[in-house]
């Protein structure tokens, strides 16, 4: 996997060869690379749902982060949310920063969607994690924000 990685960057023309390989060995995500370099995720996304069916933790994430950045699928929010929101509810002793990177991103998701109430219960497990990284006053901001909107 690691030379299918590096040739995004130092091969280029080596790329699909390397990534075809790596994903024959069981590196799934050896698509999103050929997906990157070729224009077309869509082996990459058909593999994510694949294994979201079977409930795999990893491809819900990363189906989830596709969607709230509608890389290689069009945005869906809405689907992004429930995606992140199904990781939450199964992820078996997921790393502290992990959990506060996604609860950040449904913060954001739900700004976009106008859900101030899922606004503010993201945000504030953002600020109760607090990692001195800036996230907390930027989760701060996006839950005062929702409290104004709700009170509007």
């Given at each position: ?9 130092y091969a ?127 989760a701060k ?12």
């Amino acid at each position: 996997m690691l030379q299918c990685q590096k040739s995004l960057m130092y091969a280029p023309r080596q790329l699909e060869k390397w990534c075809e390989k790596a994903y024959d060995m069981g590196e799934y995500e050896a698509l999103l690379f050929i997906g990157h370099h070729t224009g077309d995720g869509s082996r990459y996304v058909n593999e994510l749902k694949r294994r979201v069916l079977k409930n795999e933790n990893l491809a819900i994430r990363r189906l989830a982060w596709l969607y709230d950045g509608g890389l290689f699928v069009e945005e869906d929010l809405k689907e992004a949310a429930r995606l992140y929101e199904l990781f939450l509810t199964q992820a078996e002793e997921p790393y502290p920063i992990l959990l506060r990177s996604i609860h950040y991103d449904l913060a954001k998701i739900y700004t976009k969607l106008e859900d101030w109430p899922n606004v503010i219960i993201n945000a504030q497990y953002v600020i109760d994690q607090k990692l001195d990284d800036g996230s907390d006053t930027l989760a701060k901001t996006l839950k005062e924000n929702a409290v104004a909107a709700m009170n509007n």
